[in-house]
Each structure stands twice: as structure tokens, then as C-alpha cells.
């Protein structure tokens, strides 16, 4: 009997210490979340913290920091980009065989339809008609272009654009 209650002994101890640690690892997680929390909403302008805690609220418009904007424009930029390698992909030959002042207009009508696309992209809706008019237009630029050749490069840039709104 008594080898028991040593036994039982030793066990609520046991117990209780790793209370005593789970307790602790709650409170400093609580912490840490007060704290992500704070930084956010510092971050996006809101209310500090300490008034939110309060009760207090601002009933200004929220002043939303220009890092949130920078980006959005840097995904935007990145996202031309790719639209511009997309575009150039696979047409190296028709450039190089271009005489110059139609390659400066290609590369123009482009970066223009490159734009024109991300801007597509940035809609909540995209139409892939309106793409593959974009991009049709940009490759009847290239002299003596084949007719199946255009159809099927458009065709496969579109796709490959489209994916891009999924990705980036």
C-alpha cells in the first residue's frame, strides 16, 4: 500500500507540472497572437491596440498604408512581365527577320497589349474574348504571318495568360 500512494504521489506531481508548463505555453501564445495583432492593425492605420482594448473606436476613414498599395503594384508589374515573356515566346525568328521600323512598332503594340492584358487580368471576370482579340491584332503585325500559324499561337498564349491570373 504505501508503494501506491508513492506512487499516486509522484504521479499528481507529475500532473501538475505539466499544467503548470501548458498554462505557461497558453499564456505566452496569447501573447504572441495580442502582439501579430497589434502590428497589423498598426500596419494597416487602424485604431492602436491599446484604444481597440478600450473600447474606443476612430470614426475617421481609415488611413490604409501605402505598403498595401506598393503591393499590389508590384504584383502588377510582375504579373506585365510575364505577359510580355508569354507574348515574345516562340517568335524570336519573326523578329530577327523584321526590318527595323516594324520591329520598334511590334515591340510597342507589345508592351501596349501586354497593359491592356494585366489590366484584363486585374478584373475580377476575365474574358478570354477580349484576350484573344488583343493578341490577334498584335501578331497580324508580322508580315506574311500564316493564318493556322496565328490561330494556333494565340490559342496557346491565351491559355497561358489565363493561367497567370491563377498563379500570381
Known sequence: MPDDKKIEKKELSDLSQKLEINNEKKESFEDIKKIEKREVLEKIGETSY???KEGKKETEKVNVSTSVYADDKDKSEAREKEI???LEAGLEDFYINMPEEKRREF???GEETAGKINKLLEQSRVKAKKIVK???KWLLLIPGINKFFLEQEVKIKTDRIL???VEI
Open 134 to 136: 488583343l493578341i490577334k
Open 107 to 109: 515591340k510597342r503594340m
Open 84 to 86: 510580355e515573356k508569354t
Open 163 to 165: 493561367k497567370l491570373k
Open 50 to 52: 491599446d484604444q481597440l
